[in-house]
Structures are given as C-alpha cells and as structure tokens.
C-alpha cells in the first residue's frame, strides 16, 4: 500500500469513544493469541482512557493494511469497514443452510465475540440426541445439552479453545481480514428481502465467498460460501436472517442451563483416552502389513511389530495397557484385535477392530456382546 493512501485511510478514520469498545479493545490486547503477547504492557496503555482511542486507531490503519492486500479491485476501504462493524457488534444471530431453499440447518446466537450458541434442527452430527452446544471461545468452555432429555456434558478448561460446533460470524469476519492470496471484487448492487444491498465477492484458491451488505447499516444480511470440502466433495453454506444488535438473552448462553443433569468432563482422562486411540491405531495398521506379509497370520505378540518401524514406546505401552487377541479363523470388520484393559468399568474403553478403526465404547454390555459374538 502506498503512503499516501495510507494517509487518506488515517484522515477518514473516526475513533470512537465508547465504554463498550473500550473493553472490546482490552479483551483484543489481553487474549493470548493476539499481537500484544506482553501482558504488562498491554496492561498500562489499557489502563490510561487516554491511550486507549490511539490504539483503537492503530487497529484500525493495521487492519486496513492488511485489506489492502486484497488488490485494487476492492476499490476503498468498504470492506475494512463492514468488517469493523461486524466486530464491534456485540449480538448476533443467523441461519445456517445448505442453500438458498434449504430447510434450516442451525440456528445460531453469538454474544460479545466469544458466547456462541448453535441449535441443530436434526440433531449434531455423529452424536445422536446432542441438539444444542454451547461455546466460549475465551475460556475454551464447551457444553453438549439433549434438551428432550435434559442432559449435557460440559467441557471445561481449554480443551480445545478454537473447536466450534458452527462457523462463527465473528471469527469469519476477523479471517477475511487476514486471509492471504485472496481478491475482493464489488458486486453490483442488489435487493435482497426489499432491502438493497451491497455485494462482495471473495475469491480464494479453495472458497469463494460472496457477502451481502444492507446499504442502510453496512452489516452483511446474507453469505453464502462455496468450496472444496476435505474428502474433496463441494460445499456450500447460505448464511441467511442475519439480525445485529438484537438483545439476546443470558440463559442463551447458560453453562448450567436449569433443570439439567450435567455430567462434567474429565479432560485429563479424555487425553489419555484420546492419545491411547492413536496409539492403537497405529498398532492395528502394523498388524495389518504384518498379516499381508505373512500369508494372512496375525502376530503371535506385539512385539513382533518391532520390525515394522514402530518405536519401542509404542509397544511397551500396550502391552501393559491393552489386551491383544489374536485371531484364531476369519476376520471380519467387527473382530476386536485389540482393547484398553481395565479392573473395573467406568466412563468406557478404547477397542480396537480388525478393519483398524478403533471407537470409544461407554456401554460395556456392549462391548462383551461384542467380546463374545468373535
């Protein structure tokens, strides 16, 4: 970006003097993945109200550098300033669909940039009854609600503090500002629910967005998003009913939401879990070369997997901690080769089967159904 332009961008900046951007602009400088890695520091600009307008500028112009990199057919800095406007909203809530006349998906809630609340119409993927997951991007917190049963399981303690059940508009906003090779075009003008808008289309080398500004706001209204989806297959989201500033009710956002029975997760006995399934994984991979290698035998023990680049580690682990059973006649998928040993039940095994892939079971009568059916 040229230096006179970069002077034009600071001669149209309004700084605002607000309460809420004030504590906007805090949280910015005190998060751990932001660029004020220096707590201290961060801590005595932000306690002068005095410098607090100047670094809301600073953010700003740095923002405004950043869109400039999207080339000369983003045309101003209209784009910068939806993006600032979506940021500095402090509600949000959307609909998520499959496209334009596509049955509602999720219905999503986001409060102060971080609360975020998805409400799945046929259930969350993968885990049957799960409904409603609440969020906290701050904190890492996470909650799994069945609201016809009225359970959860509430995740505490930056599990994973970037896992989202839904995309977030805040933090989709925030990526268009920093997404690399990508162009920016206008779009001509057009109406959308009797409201005019303005268009733009962002085009990458894996997604193309295109986004919808209300002319009268200069907030987005409407998305929809087009790329390539890890098994290779399209995809496509149409983000619609898009409604700013709406008040939005605490218990939206409620870790113990009441009259439920929440059950907390362990998150160091997840990890074990978690680091013990891959660990099968790989055992259960090397026994499969092994039995290619060996005109359709199974090993006699794990140690006979040394030869196949596994570090020892990873052999001296199971051995104390799982039980290996070798097949005595023919393999199908559901013939446990390997599972995690245990004295008595708790919250559920790793078992390993003879198609290599290892799940997690809660149900023990399910696992000896299994145990016993080879």
């Known amino acids: 970006m040229k230096p006179r332009r970069i002077d034009r961008l600071i001669g149209k900046i309004r700084i605002p003097t607000s309460s809420h951007l004030d504590e906007r ?46 080339g000369p057919d983003m045309g101003s800095t209209a784009f910068a300033e939806v993006c600032q406007n979506v940021i500095k909203s402090e509600t949000v809530s959307l609909v998520l669909r499959a496209s334009m006349q596509g049955e509602p998906a999720v ?41 016809e049963n009225k359970v959860g399981q509430y995740f505490t303690g930056n599990l994973n503090s970037d896992r989202s059940p839904a995309p977030s508009l805040y933090e989709t906003f925030k990526n268009f ?90 998150r160091t006995k997840g990890m074990q879990h978690m680091s013990s399934a891959v660990m099968m994984n790989n055992i259960l991979k090397a026994c499969r070369r092994y039995v290619n290698d060996n005109q359709g035998q199974w090993p006699g023990k794990l140690e006979e997997l040394l030869a196949y680049d596994l570090p020892p580690d990873a052999i001296e682990k199971p051995i104390k901690t799982c039980i290996y059973l070798k097949p005595s006649g023919p393999v199908t998928e559901t013939t446990i080769i390997l599972y995690e040993a245990y004295d008595q039940w708790q919250e559920g095994i790793n078992v390993g089967y003879a198609n290599g892939q290892v799940y997690f079971l809660k149900d023990e009568s399910e696992f000896k159904k299994l145990l016993l059916s080879d």
Do not use: C
């Not at 801590?43 to 500028?57: G, W």
């Not at 809630?109 to 409603?132: A, C, Q, W």
């Open 177 to 266: 500002l920093g997404l690399p090779d990508y162009t920016v075009k206008e779009l001509e003008e057009r109406k959308i629910g009797g409201r005019m808008t303005k268009g733009y289309k962002l085009s990458g080398s894996q997604e193309t967005s295109s986004v919808w500004v209300d002319i009268s706001t200069n907030l987005p209204i409407q998305i929809e998003i087009e790329g390539t989806a890890r098994d290779g297959e399209s995809s496509r989201q149409v983000w619609t009913d898009i409604v700013f500033g709406q008040p939005l009710d605490d218990a939206l956002f409620d870790f113990k939401p009441a009259g439920y029975e929440i059950k907390t997760f362990d």
């Open 25 to 70: 602009i805090s949280d910015l400088v005190s998060r751990p993945h932001s660029m004020a890695r220096h707590r201290g520091v961060g801590k005595i600009l932000m306690e002068s109200r005095i410098t607090k307008p100047v670094i809301a500028a600073a953010i700003m112009i740095a923002l405004l550098i950043v869109i400039g990199r999207f």
């Open 107 to 147: 219905y999503i809630y986001e409060k102060d940039g971080h609360l975020m609340r998805s409400e799945f119409t046929d259930g969350f993927p993968f885990k049957p009854g799960i409904n409603v997951i609440l969020s906290n991007s701050l904190s890492g917190d996470y909650l799994e609600l069945d609201t």
